[in-house]
């Protein structure tokens, strides 16, 4: 599933991993502050591509998800954020 990512209300951060053999961008880890508190715009993240988030206001913050297909729980797989090297504490 394709997600397309827009924060309406606030400020969330985006680390976005590629695991994908095939593609470019392999390997890469990126990182993205979206919202109308930081940068007001839509991140897309194709599918086999993990995605973890993080909210960075000190209120609320809202996210969108436009996805091109119906939700289903089954087909998401986790894995524990400590198998990203990421430090999600910083700001």
């Not at 991993?17 to 890469?28: A, C, I, L, V």
């Not at 919202?35 to 599918?47: D, F, I, K, M």
């Not at 119906?70 to 400590?82: A, C, K």
Request: no cysteine.
């Amino acid at each position: 599933m394709t997600l397309n990512l827009i924060v309406i209300v606030g400020a969330i951060r985006f680390v976005v991993y590629d695991p994908r053999e095939y593609s470019p961008t392999n390997g890469q880890l990126g990182e993205y502050i979206l919202g109308p508190e930081a940068s007001y715009a839509r991140l897309t993240v194709p599918p086999k591509v993990w995605m973890a988030f993080q909210g960075m206001s000190t209120s609320t913050s809202i996210l969108l998800n436009i996805a091109d297909i119906l939700h289903d729980p089954l087909e998401i797989d986790r894995v524990e954020l400590g198998n990203v090297k990421y430090e999600w504490g910083r700001q």
